[in-house]
């Protein structure tokens, strides 16, 4: 079955820098593509979400890209601030069966220093 | 927005006891989903359920069973809860179209001694 893998599983940057965490999967057929935020004892919050005719999407300080060939995802805050820290999950789900069952990444501890 | 609650939030057992894990959902939804959430792993698929009465297996169906009694509730169990069930539940909904997105609960923090 689908394997993803997510890095890094920790990482820290200082107010005002980039955060940048990167996802990989194994089948090519993978074609519903998500970012969630969770936040310290809260549910999964969708940041993003891409499907596989989209190779870059922008909102908000946050920039996805997909990279189908390398079968990578990867999402980039940029400018950094203390609220963003958190933990982020990638999700993916294949194109058969629609989008009804994800996979997940390991998730990234991001803390943001003031 | 999707509204998804959880109970009993935080919930100790013993070794060999009996857990219902409960989640209802408030919009209607075809899909509601039980993960769980160990350091390391991500969310694990448990159990999923597309209606009233039906059940699909998920990733990691072991020592779990589930029930989805209406639209809107579904339960997890734990009949014979071990020490490696400790873990963070987190329960979701979703539409049943395409590029619908999952919304999720706060999470049942489980513990068994």
């Known amino acids: 079955g689908e394997q993803v893998e997510q890095r890094p599983p920790h990482l820290s940057v200082r107010e005002g820098d980039s955060a940048f965490i990167i996802c990989t999967y194994t089948?090519?057929?993978?074609?519903?593509f998500y970012w969630y935020k969770q936040e310290p004892g809260a549910g999964l919050q969708l940041l993003m979400s891409?499907?596989?005719?989209?190779d870059r999407k922008e909102e908000q300080g946050l920039t996805v890209l997909l990279n189908k060939k390398d079968k990578r995802l990867s999402l980039n805050l940029t400018a950094a601030h203390p609220g963003d820290s958190a933990v982020y999950f990638c999700?993916?789900?294949?194109?058969?069966?629609?989008?009804?069952?994800?996979?997940f990444g390991q998730g990234t501890v991001l803390s943001v220093i003031p | 927005e999707a509204a998804v609650t959880q109970s009993p939030r935080n919930k100790v057992t013993v070794t060999g006891g009996n857990v219902t894990l409960s989640c209802r959902q408030t919009?209607?939804?075809?899909?509601m989903y039980w993960y769980r959430q160990d350091t390391g792993h991500g969310l694990r698929l448990i159990h999923y359920?597309?209606?009233?009465?039906?059940?699909q297996i998920g990733d990691v169906p072991d020592g779990y069973k589930a029930t989805r009694t209406t639209q809107e509730d579904f339960f997890l169990l734990l009949e014979l809860a071990s020490p490696s069930q400790t873990s963070l539940y987190f329960c979701?909904?979703?539409?049943?179209?395409?590029?619908?997105?999952?919304?999720f609960g706060p999470g049942t923090r489980l513990t068994v001694l």
């Open positions: 999700a993916v789900a294949m194109a058969t069966g629609g989008n009804n069952k994800l996979t």
């Open positions: 089948d090519s057929a993978t074609a519903y």
């Open positions: 891409v499907f596989s005719n989209v």
């Open positions: 979701a909904s979703k539409q049943g179209r395409n590029y619908a997105e999952q919304f």
């Open positions: 919009n209607s939804h075809n899909y």
């Open positions: 359920s597309y209606g009233a009465g039906n059940l």
